[in-house]
T-cell receptor, first 112, second 114 residues
């Protein structure tokens, strides 16, 4: 079975500061891991994904995430936060049937 | 990536009526689509897997007679909320399976039942 835990339902950072959003997963098979961003009343936009290969994955808008099997983690980072990064972020794990299981989400606030 | 369009973007209906939400894959033939529901301030919960030409597969706890899914073509899946009640008010999002790893999401439909 697959599941995702996102630590911290709300994260606030100052503009220009490091963004770190935490995600831990549980999967009975090698995981496919994803980070999505959701702006108010909109669907989900893919930020990045890990399937196989390099464990450090770079995505859009300067975000990256590192798959750490030993820690069962897939934390999302960005070196310098922008005001436009304020949104809801979801970590997800995909099963073999291509069904996605999402974490509860982390709301990112960027303080000017 | 695939372009997925949902219609309507928002809908208000009276309690007891039915409402249909469409999910279209505009540039990709989708044999499999997924329907999710998202309550305010919560995550997305998978409701069902929609398979073209066959019956949908529902997740545990989702009433198949209340949430009717039809996937009659490779580009269209519909979700009909029958006899809607205020507790059905939610944000409904569909996604399209592309290849082995990708899923592209629609922009969502905000349903309010009054």
């Amino acid at each position: 079975a697959q599941s995702v835990t996102q630590l911290g339902s709300h994260v606030s950072v100052s503009e220009g500061a490091l963004v770190l959003l935490r995600c831990n997963y549980s999967s009975s098979v090698p995981p496919y891991l994803f980070w999505y961003v959701q702006y108010p009343n909109q669907g989900l936009q893919l930020l990045l994904k890990y399937t196989t290969g390099a464990t450090l994955v770079k995505g859009i808008n300067g975000f990256e995430a590192e798959f750490k099997k030993s820690e069962t983690s897939f934390h999302l980072t960005k070196p310098s936060a922008h005001m436009s990064d304020a949104a809801e972020y979801f970590c997800a794990v995909r099963n073999t049937g291509n069904q996605f299981y999402f974490g509860t989400g982390t709301s990112l606030t960027v303080i000017p | 990536g695939a372009v997925v369009s949902q219609h309507p973007s928002w809908v208000i209906c009276k309690s007891g009526t039915s409402v249909k939400i469409e999910c279209r894959s505009l540039d990709f033939q989708a044999t499999t689509m997924f329907w999710y529901r998202q309550f305010p301030k919560q995550s997305l919960m998978l409701m069902a897997t929609s398979n073209e030409g066959s019956k949908a597969t529902y997740e545990q706890g989702v009433e198949k007679d209340k949430f009717l899914i039809n996937h009659a073509s490779l580009t269209l899946s519909t979700l009909t909320v029958t006899s809607a009640h205020p507790e059905d008010s939610s944000f409904y999002i569909c996604s399209v399976k592309v290849g082995d790893t990708e899923a592209f999401f629609g922009q969502g439909t905000r349903l309010t039942v009054v």
